[in-house]
């Protein structure tokens, strides 16, 4: 099965289309560890780079970012500082997020993009105004001075921390429209946190501008359809692929029932959403 994987990985690696049509270079890079604790209390912590440009920014898993990067070489380095090889990868065992949401606040508009196995979606979502509700607290996080602000985004009430020495009304995931970058966040229940960890100044990494446009071999689709797409290739992935490339696949040895898996976990940026 591991073979199966490995090929199917390789083929979108080398055949996936460009996703933007027109771009600009990220004006600067924000990375953040996100933190997000389940029912069980466990909690998961992933690093995040937010790439902002003057116009957009564009929200994703730096782990993703790395293996993206990796065409041409072997290994990368985890957060916990054990390597993985191009050919490690497994799209069923992956513990890093392939969400990438892309952010116009000019036209009012959020691009997440996504994939399963060999497919991409591409879902459009309009950008929540959030009511904002600033505060006199202050505090120094990063080296820059802060300033508290609360509002509610998709759901949830967020504490947020931000600093107009940045003056980009951006931050991690949805959460935008303060008069400077966000360095903080937390919701109130403190299940969710956005941290500052690193700031860099202008890179290589292109962000979108302008009307995104549906480029060729992504397919247009809503959360809860792609959330469905996402728990049946969990739940049966011999199926998933058959019915993707229309080819019989059989692990020797093995029922294909084997392979299924009974619980399936929402990923991470759709899970923390309560609302539309």
């Known amino acids: 099965m591991r073979k199966v994987f490995i090929l199917l990985f390789i083929y979108t690696l080398i055949f996936s289309k460009k996703l933007i049509a027109q771009s600009e270079l990220a004006s600067f890079i924000a990375y953040y560890d996100f933190s997000l604790k389940d029912s069980s209390g466990k909690t998961s912590v992933e690093t995040f780079m937010l790439c902002v440009s003057k116009r957009?920014?564009?929200?994703?898993?730096?782990?993703?970012?790395?293996?993206?990067?990796?065409?041409?070489?072997?290994?990368?380095?985890?957060r916990d500082g054990s390597k993985i090889t191009v050919s490690d990868y497994n799209p069923l065992l992956r513990k890093f997020t392939t969400s990438e949401i892309f952010s116009n606040l000019k036209e009012k508009?959020?691009?997440t993009t996504d994939d399963l196995m060999m497919k991409k979606y591409f879902i459009e979502d309009a950008v929540e105004q959030i009511n904002w509700e600033i505060k006199a607290d202050t505090s120094t996080i990063f080296g820059f001075k802060c300033q508290k602000a609360i509002g509610l985004c998709k759901g949830r009430v967020y504490k947020c921390w931000f600093s107009s020495s940045i003056p980009q009304q951006e931050g991690p995931w949805k959460l935008k429209g303060l008069p400077g970058l966000i360095m903080y966040a937390s919701d109130e229940k403190s299940e969710i946190t956005f941290s500052l960890t690193g700031l860099q100044s202008g890179n290589s990494i292109p962000v979108e501008r302008g009307s995104f446009i549906?480029?060729?071999?992504?397919?247009?689709t809503s959360k809860i359809e792609f959330l469905q797409a996402y728990k049946a290739m969990k739940e049966n992935p011999l199926a998933f692929i058959e019915a993707q490339t229309n080819l019989k696949v059989q692990i020797q040895g093995r029922e294909n029932s084997e392979l299924n898996i009974k619980k399936v976990e929402?990923?991470?940026l759709y899970r923390i959403e309560l609302a539309n």
């Open 56 to 78: 957009g920014s564009v929200f994703k898993s730096m782990e993703k970012y790395m293996l993206d990067s990796s065409v041409g070489t072997k290994t990368f380095v985890q």
């Open 109 to 111: 508009v959020y691009v």
């Open 214 to 220: 549906i480029p060729q071999g992504y397919v247009k």
């Open 266 to 268: 929402i990923p991470k």
